[in-house]
């Protein structure tokens, strides 16, 4: 069932029905019980045109990106097009490199293709009246107000910096102002919460390698933190986290983290991650990321998961559906693995998100709860498979009972506090 994609069906009563049979989770506030189908379109219509909407998280689609990561139109799934018919107005840009090899050459590779990322974003926005890069928080809002579209630059996975902590000058003077030290697999900044497979060995990597972050990345970390840049835990292994919450002058993000007591995957965050990232005056964005929101706490599911990987000839060591098939070496085999998971898993909606964010708010409050899709890099559920279907989220959460000022905390207000947080820090 397609969800509202575009404002010119926001008066689709008969897809919203679906929408809210698929919300049974306790209501936050109160929304008044006398309010029509056709009257909630119409408020969350409204909330959503009087909010700045804000994705703290998506991958930037080169011309060398997987059509499996981008929209059914073969386009980025936060294009600017997409970007205008659901209303978002800002969105952080992650320059981003998978994992690599620990030499200098591989460390040289990742650094040239986070320079070629960030050519081809300012580019972007040098050739779009639409756009701006936006370097604080003053700016996203002016940005809003103008009728612009906020481009916030992000930085993922430290192997990039080539060990030189100097490198994080460069990034920020370019524009970067979050910053993510991890990935895929342990680098040597930090350990990750997915330790990587290693193809000339054979062998996944240890579970830990650091304990969470090495000197190197203390050292990163209190750069960014002078410097007045966000730092982001997505990715990070659980020790790691809870260093850098612990070490970090500033509160943090978790740009792209779902609810380990939900879903217990290790990319996700425990409730130990979540309450420490609060305390500190942090954020949690939670994802429409299918693997990170589904509930695998049915013995019968995890089996039939644990069966498609089997069936791959891959580790059944990581319970996450889709965690380290990079063994499977021939394409057709990987692409015959990811379907049948696929299927075993089934789809994921808009309800799942809200699931996590009723979870956030009701143990942390509703100032540490954001959202960031991860889009481009496997972000998307049934109703949010792109940024064009960014109202469907404001709607359910109006249906949930959350009122203007929640919405607009959890879209952009309570990211906007900790970017200001962190500049007047420095």
Request: proline share 4%.
């Amino acid at each position: 069932m397609k969800f509202i994609n575009s404002w010119s069906k926001i008066m689709s009563v008969g897809l919203l029905f679906f929408l809210f049979a698929c919300n049974s989770v306790k209501q936050v506030n109160n929304l008044p019980t006398t309010l029509s189908e056709e009257e909630i379109i119409v408020k969350a219509k409204e909330i959503h045109l009087r909010t700045l909407v804000l994705d703290t998280h998506a991958d930037i689609a080169m011309p060398t990106t997987s059509p499996i990561y981008l929209s059914t139109d073969g386009k980025s799934k936060v294009d600017v097009a997409k970007l205008k018919s659901g209303g978002t107005n800002a969105v952080l840009l992650t320059l981003a490199v998978p994992p690599g090899p620990r030499t200098p050459t591989g460390d040289s590779e990742g650094r040239m293709a986070m320079n070629e990322q960030l050519a081809f974003v300012k580019n972007k926005v040098k050739n779009n009246a639409d756009l701006t890069i936006a370097k604080n928080s003053t700016q996203i809002t002016s940005a809003f107000q103008n009728n612009k579209t906020a481009i916030i630059l992000g930085f993922q996975n430290a192997r990039a910096l080539q060990k030189d902590i100097n490198a994080i000058d460069s990034f920020y003077q370019e524009g970067v102002r979050v910053f993510g030290f991890n990935h895929i697999g342990h680098n040597d900044f930090a350990d990750s919460s997915r330790p990587f497979f290693d193809g000339a060995t054979g062998k996944y990597e240890a579970k830990k390698e650091h304990g969470g972050l090495s000197n190197l990345g203390k050292a990163a970390l209190k750069r960014v933190n002078q410097l007045g840049g966000i730092v982001d835990v997505s990715q990070l292994s659980k020790p790691a986290t809870l260093q850098a919450v612990q070490l970090s002058e500033a509160p943090v993000i978790a740009s792209h983290s779902n609810v380990r007591a939900i879903s217990n995957v290790s990319r996700n965050l425990s409730d130990e991650e979540i309450d420490l990232i609060a305390k500190k005056g942090g954020l949690i964005c939670v994802s429409p990321f299918r693997a990170y929101l589904l509930d695998y706490s049915d013995p019968a599911f995890l089996e039939r998961i644990k069966s498609v990987r089997r069936n791959a000839g891959i580790s059944e060591e990581y319970s996450y559906p889709f965690e380290l098939y990079w063994e499977i070496k021939a394409p057709a085999e990987k692409m015959a693995f990811l379907q049948a998971m696929s299927e075993t898993l089934g789809p994921a909606f808009v309800k799942d998100l809200v699931r996590h964010i009723d979870y956030l708010v009701e143990r942390v409050g509703i100032d540490h709860v954001g959202i960031g899709s991860d889009f481009n890099h496997g972000g998307g559920i049934e109703g949010y498979a792109d940024a064009a279907d960014a109202l469907n989220v404001t709607l359910a959460l109006v249906q949930k009972g959350y009122s203007e000022k929640d919405i607009q905390r959890i879209w952009s207000g309570n990211f906007l506090r900790v970017m200001k947080e962190v500049e007047h820090h420095k």
